[in-house]
């Protein structure tokens, strides 16, 4: 497995925690992706030009979830993410209010920091 990441990606740390407390972390190859710079070749791997990108002989897994989800069916152990249904999608709808606070700081980061200080609209950051 090779993990594309960044490491301010609070995506990607999730990622490697999940994969440390699978027990896998020690079989992941950790790829430093620059997904700012001009030449970066994330496309590659993601389209959408982001990290984390698990990419796996089962092919790439895209966002923190299907990275999470994918590591969890490969560590032989206790599973950290359900099968049955009801318990399964309760670990989902974490993941997925997790990822929203995520996304949130990120987007603060975003305006604030790169986007040129013309451009920052201040009731965004709000």
């Given at each position: 497995?090779?993990?594309?990441?960044?490491?301010?990606?609070?995506?990607?740390?999730?990622?490697?925690?999940?994969?440390?407390?699978?027990?896998?972390?020690?079989?992941?190859?950790?790829?430093?992706?620059?997904?700012?710079?001009?030449?970066?070749?994330?496309?590659?791997?993601?389209?959408?030009?982001?990290?984390?990108?698990?990419?796996?002989?089962?092919?790439?897994?895209?966002?923190?979830?299907?990275?999470?989800?994918?590591?969890?069916?490969?560590?032989?152990?206790?599973?950290?993410?359900?099968?049955e249904p009801k318990q399964r999608w309760r670990v989902m709808q974490m993941h997925g209010?997790?990822?929203?606070?995520?996304?949130?700081?990120?987007?603060?980061?975003?305006?604030?920091?790169?986007?040129?200080?013309?451009?920052?609209?201040?009731?965004?950051?709000?």
């Open positions: 497995m090779k993990l594309r990441y960044a490491k301010a990606s609070p995506f990607v740390r999730k990622v490697i925690v999940f994969a440390d407390e699978a027990g896998l972390a020690d079989r992941m190859e950790l790829v430093a992706t620059d997904v700012w710079a001009e030449n970066t070749d994330i496309a590659k791997d993601n389209p959408l030009g982001k990290v984390p990108a698990l990419v796996t002989k089962n092919g790439t897994f895209l966002g923190s979830f299907a990275c999470c989800d994918y590591i969890d069916r490969r560590n032989g152990g206790v599973r950290m993410i359900p099968d209010l997790a990822d929203g606070a995520m996304e949130a700081g990120v987007a603060y980061i975003v305006e604030s920091l790169r986007r040129p200080a013309e451009f920052v609209y201040p009731r965004y950051l709000e």
